[in-house]
């Protein structure tokens, strides 16, 4: 349902332009964590709006506290991401 939902999202009044991404890139970004998270803490949503509201509500509330966490372990993400020749690691 969720995904219907984002699906539709895409499609109505945002202009949004998904760039392409090399299978098997690997994917050392902190926001990609955060999204991670908050999509473990998403009620479930009937509408549009309703999925709009629960993220907004969602991203205003983020421990601080973890993004920074996030963020300063980027060095240790790079070094590791190298270290595994771009393939997965403990992040």
């Given at each position: 349902m969720l995904i219907r939902i984002q699906q539709e999202l895409l499609k109505t009044s945002y202009?949004?332009?998904?760039?392409?991404?090399?299978?098997?890139?690997?994917?050392?970004s902190p926001v990609e964590h955060e999204w991670d998270?908050?999509?473990?803490q998403m009620p479930?949503?009937?509408?549009?709006?309703?999925?709009e509201l629960a993220v907004q509500d969602l991203w205003v509330h983020l421990p601080q506290d973890n993004i920074r966490c996030l963020?300063?372990?980027?060095?240790?993400?790079?070094?590791?991401?190298?270290?595994?020749?771009?393939?997965?690691?403990?992040?």
């Open positions: 202009v949004i332009f998904r760039l392409p991404w090399p299978a098997r890139s690997p994917d050392v998270q908050l999509k473990r479930s949503c009937h509408s549009v709006h309703d999925l963020i300063n372990s980027m060095p240790d993400r790079v070094v590791a991401c190298i270290a595994a020749g771009g393939g997965p690691t403990r992040y």
